[in-house]
T-cell receptor, first 111, second 115 residues
């Protein structure tokens, strides 16, 4: 089955730690996206990548970093510079001028 | 800039009631429009879409018509079920010259359907 996988489903981080969220897709899509969702709010774009080895900042990139070394993978690192990282993180991908497909999400909690 | 505005929730309905969730947008050019649904603890699923004026998207009994004159894309369903309880997001994709594939989302509307 084609789709997007995210891991882990739940992640706990201590203050000052960096953590990396995984996102993999087997849909052969060129573009991939990371969103942050806070309770009762819409989605805010963190980073996006339209092609391998290239990515751009979204609306709330501060305190986050990404890489795009392979077409299938777009990991997100939440750094210690992100002051309020507790949120639900969603990865998405799209091909051409079509809709985005979303993964199941990772819930990050700072202890 | 581009934006999407949805009616505030929660929307609480009895089973078999008629549903309308309002969505209006501001955008340059001719955006594609989407409705996504999110069940508790899950990612977003595409519910329906429309890519040009007067298009009607439909899926699972839900419908929405792209109205360029009123810049709206309201979601409707004739008879809701308890299983429709979820958060619904309206979104647009700017198809202009700087197309990056980014989606702009509304804040979401929570639907609660009671038996």
């Amino acid at each position: 089955d084609g789709g997007i996988t995210q891991s882990p489903k739940y992640l706990f981080r201590k203050e000052g730690q960096n953590v990396t969220l995984s996102c993999e897709q087997n849909l052969n899509h060129d573009a991939m996206y990371w969103y942050r969702q806070d309770p009762g709010q819409g989605l805010r774009l963190i980073y996006y990548s339209q092609i391998v080895n290239d990515f751009q900042k979204g609306d709330i990139a501060e305190g986050y970093s990404v890489s795009r070394e392979k077409k299938e993978s777009f990991p997100l690192t939440v750094t210690s510079a992100q002051k309020n990282p507790t949120a639900f993180y969603l990865c998405a991908s799209s091909g051409g001028y079509n809709e985005q497909f979303f993964g199941p999400g990772t819930r990050l909690t700072v202890l | 800039g581009n934006s999407v505005t949805q009616m505030e929730g929660p929307v609480t309905l009895s089973e078999e009631a008629f549903l309308t969730i309002n969505c209006t947008y501001t955008a340059t050019g001719y955006p594609s429009l989407f409705w996504y649904v999110q069940y508790p603890g899950e990612g977003l699923q595409l519910l329906l879409k429309a890519t040009k004026a007067d298009d009607k998207g439909s899926n699972k009994g839900f419908e929405a018509t792209y109205r360029k004159e009123t810049t709206s894309f309201h979601l409707e369903k004739g008879s809701v079920q308890v299983s429709d309880s979820a958060v619904y997001f309206c979104a647009l994709r700017d198809m202009g010259s700087s197309n990056t594939g980014k989606l702009i989302f509304g804040q979401g509307t929570t639907l609660q359907v009671k038996p």
